[in-house]
């Protein structure tokens, strides 16, 4: 009964934090006249009576949340708030279903980007800023998650960053109490969204669109205020800024954080995900501007290196923006991006996927295990950097890359028995389980997701839920050992 009541209480918070950002839509359409100032006059409104009465009639429960409450606020806080969410878009677009408004919203807290809505560049300010909100917010709360949750499972928060990579992140490196590093962390991902405001308008974005997707390229979240996302633009400036800024949200945000503490770029040369993100992404950036030029989709190296880098480092870091249709490309590229969308982001990021650092740690493993294979009686520690890897964090990250590939597995022959024909059901999964939005096929970047059916969509939200909250945070409330005292 305790546990119910903190978690209650606790969800009364979250619930009037999201009724405070609903009231800067209701400012916002307000000052425009966009027309929704009803839907989010009632959203903000029902939302935060519905918060503060929880509060209220919870506030002598304990204030603690245990290891049991965490996990289960997580899941509510990603699944349940979102019911609240979607109220501004069922209020304001009548025709909308629930399912696909829920989608919607889904798709921003977790930052994978995908939409079942067209007509974006009609829709109002308020609505398009609610949306792209809701991405910043789930940025912010990734950052939360990594740094206070995954450390219990061990599975891949700071418990990993601290063994990770030569001068990666230790413990004394970082404000000591999880709530000083988080604010800390917040401060450096608010600080950096600044800055991608400021270059996004300077290289041609006016200040609404430059919000709007600095908000989604610093969550890695992908959506636009235009139909045809950032095509809508068609400027190599625009393109170069998102490009960089994109894959700095990629990396870690402690590495962020020590560098413009110490002010100094070794925090950067330092971290192994740093490096090995670069040279994965990049390189296979010129491989790809290679394939497309030599097929003929385009007439020389140097429009398709343009092109190729935009979008293969858009899905390769979960972002989600596009400027071509990479359907019509060679299919070895478009396979190879959502390839790249599982394990390129490091950990620390706001991006999906295995991340970097379980990578390299697989690797590493596949390499010891032949190791012992020629030499049975050798005894050779798994090290990176110089750090020694414990047992429990490799058996941990072995049974996350088990639970990510069977999960997968199975949500696509779900919707293969649907009746989705395989490439857009693999892609769609693959896409949604690691928060990337862009599929192929029917779901590929010159259509969206609202030509699924409702079950179809349910189980798109699944897997981004799943994808986000790393597997585990949800599987876990299933073993009953966790719910044993």
């Given at each position: 009964?305790?546990?119910?009541?903190?978690?209650?209480h606790?969800?009364?918070?979250?619930?009037?934090?999201?009724?405070?950002?609903?009231?800067?839509?209701?400012?916002?359409?307000?000052?425009?006249?966009?027309?929704?100032?009803?839907?989010?006059?009632?959203?903000?409104?029902?939302?935060l009576?519905?918060?503060?009465?929880?509060?209220?009639?919870?506030?002598?429960?304990?204030?603690?949340?245990?290891?049991?409450?965490?996990?289960?606020?997580?899941?509510?806080?990603?699944?349940?708030?979102?019911?609240?969410?979607?109220?501004?878009l069922?209020?304001?677009?009548?025709?909308?279903?629930?399912?696909?408004?829920?989608?919607?919203?889904?798709?921003?807290?977790?930052?994978?980007?995908?939409?079942?809505?067209?007509?974006?560049?009609?829709?109002?300010?308020?609505?398009?800023?609610?949306?792209?909100?809701?991405?910043?917010?789930?940025?912010?709360?990734?950052?939360?998650?990594?740094v206070?949750?995954?450390?219990?499972?061990?599975?891949?928060?700071?418990?990993?960053?601290?063994?990770?990579?030569?001068?990666?992140?230790?413990?004394?490196?970082?404000?000591?109490?999880?709530m000083?590093?988080?604010?800390?962390?917040?401060?450096?991902?608010v600080?950096?969204?600044?800055?991608?405001?400021?270059?996004?308008?300077?290289?041609?974005?006016?200040?609404?669109?430059?919000?709007?997707?600095?908000?989604?390229?610093?969550?890695?979240?992908?959506?636009?205020?235009?139909?045809?996302?950032?095509g809508?633009?068609?400027?190599?400036?625009?393109?170069?800024?998102?490009?960089?800024?994109?894959?700095?949200?990629?990396?870690?945000?402690?590495?962020?954080?020590?560098?413009?503490?110490?002010?100094?770029?070794?925090?950067?040369?330092?971290?192994?995900?740093?490096?090995?993100?670069?040279?994965?992404?990049?390189?296979s950036?010129?491989?790809?501007?290679?394939?497309?030029?030599?097929?003929?989709?385009?007439?020389?190296?140097?429009?398709?290196?343009?092109?190729?880098?935009?979008?293969?480092?858009?899905?390769?870091?979960?972002?989600?923006?596009?400027?071509?249709?990479?359907?019509?490309?060679?299919?070895?590229?478009?396979?190879?991006?959502?390839?790249?969308?599982?394990?390129?982001?490091?950990?620390?990021?706001?991006?999906?996927?295995?991340?970097?650092?379980?990578?390299?740690?697989?690797?590493?493993?596949?390499?010891?295990?032949?190791?012992?294979?020629?030499?049975p009686?050798?005894?050779?520690?798994?090290?990176?950097?110089?750090?020694?890897?414990?047992?429990?964090?490799?058996?941990?990250?072995?049974?996350?890359?088990?639970?990510?590939?069977?999960?997968?597995?199975?949500?696509?022959?779900?919707?293969?028995?649907s009746?989705?024909?395989?490439?857009?059901?693999?892609?769609?999964?693959?896409?949604?389980?690691?928060?990337?939005?862009?599929?192929?096929?029917?779901?590929?970047?010159?259509?969206?997701?609202?030509?699924?059916?409702?079950?179809?969509?349910?189980?798109?939200?699944?897997?981004?839920?799943?994808?986000?909250?790393?597997?585990?945070?949800?599987?876990?409330?299933?073993?009953?050992?966790?719910?044993?005292?």
């Amino acid at each position: 009964m305790n546990v119910f009541l903190t978690i209650t209480h606790t969800f009364g918070v979250v619930l009037i934090v999201f009724s405070g950002l609903m009231s800067t839509c209701w400012v916002t359409s307000a000052l425009a006249e966009d027309g929704a100032i009803n839907a989010f006059s009632q959203g903000t409104l029902i939302t935060l009576l519905s918060g503060v009465l929880m509060f209220i009639l919870t506030l002598r429960s304990p204030k603690k949340v245990s290891r049991k409450a965490g996990f289960l606020l997580v899941t509510m806080c990603w699944s349940l708030a979102s019911v609240f969410c979607t109220l501004p878009l069922l209020l304001y677009l009548p025709e909308l279903s629930f399912i696909d408004a829920y989608f919607e919203v889904i798709s921003g807290l977790t930052t994978t980007g995908a939409t079942v809505l067209s007509g974006l560049d009609q829709l109002p300010m308020s609505i398009n800023l609610w949306r792209h909100e809701l991405t910043w917010l789930g940025g912010i709360a990734i950052i939360v998650f990594a740094v206070a949750i995954l450390p219990i499972l061990g599975i891949g928060g700071m418990q990993l960053l601290k063994s990770g990579s030569p001068g990666s992140v230790k413990e004394s490196d970082l404000p000591p109490r999880i709530m000083q590093t988080t604010k800390a962390l917040w401060l450096t991902y608010v600080a950096i969204t600044l800055v991608c405001i400021i270059a996004l308008h300077f290289a041609g974005m006016g200040w609404f669109d430059a919000v709007c997707h600095a908000f989604a390229v610093m969550s890695l979240g992908g959506f636009s205020t235009h139909d045809a996302s950032i095509g809508f633009f068609n400027s190599l400036p625009i393109e170069i800024v998102l490009t960089i800024f994109q894959l700095l949200a990629a990396m870690n945000f402690s590495t962020h954080f020590l560098a413009l503490h110490k002010r100094s770029i070794k925090p950067y040369v330092k971290d192994m995900e740093v490096w090995g993100m670069l040279i994965v992404v990049l390189g296979s950036c010129v491989v790809a501007a290679s394939v497309l030029w030599h097929s003929g989709t385009y007439p020389d190296f140097f429009t398709a290196l343009r092109h190729a880098t935009f979008n293969v480092v858009t899905v390769a870091t979960t972002s989600g923006f596009m400027t071509q249709d990479f359907n019509l490309w060679p299919i070895f590229v478009p396979m190879w991006m959502l390839f790249l969308s599982g394990i390129s982001v490091s950990t620390g990021s706001t991006g999906g996927g295995i991340r970097m650092i379980r990578t390299i740690i697989l690797m590493k493993q596949a390499y010891l295990e032949l190791f012992k294979s020629i030499h049975p009686y050798a005894i050779k520690p798994m090290k990176i950097g110089g750090s020694v890897i414990s047992n429990d964090v490799v058996t941990s990250v072995m049974g996350f890359i088990f639970l990510y590939f069977i999960s997968i597995v199975i949500l696509v022959f779900t919707l293969l028995f649907s009746g989705l024909d395989f490439m857009s059901a693999f892609s769609a999964i693959i896409a949604c389980f690691n928060n990337a939005g862009l599929g192929l096929n029917l779901v590929g970047p010159e259509s969206n997701y609202s030509i699924l059916s409702d079950f179809q969509t349910g189980v798109c939200i699944f897997a981004m839920l799943l994808g986000r909250v790393q597997i585990f945070s949800i599987v876990i409330l299933f073993v009953p050992e966790f719910w044993r005292k």
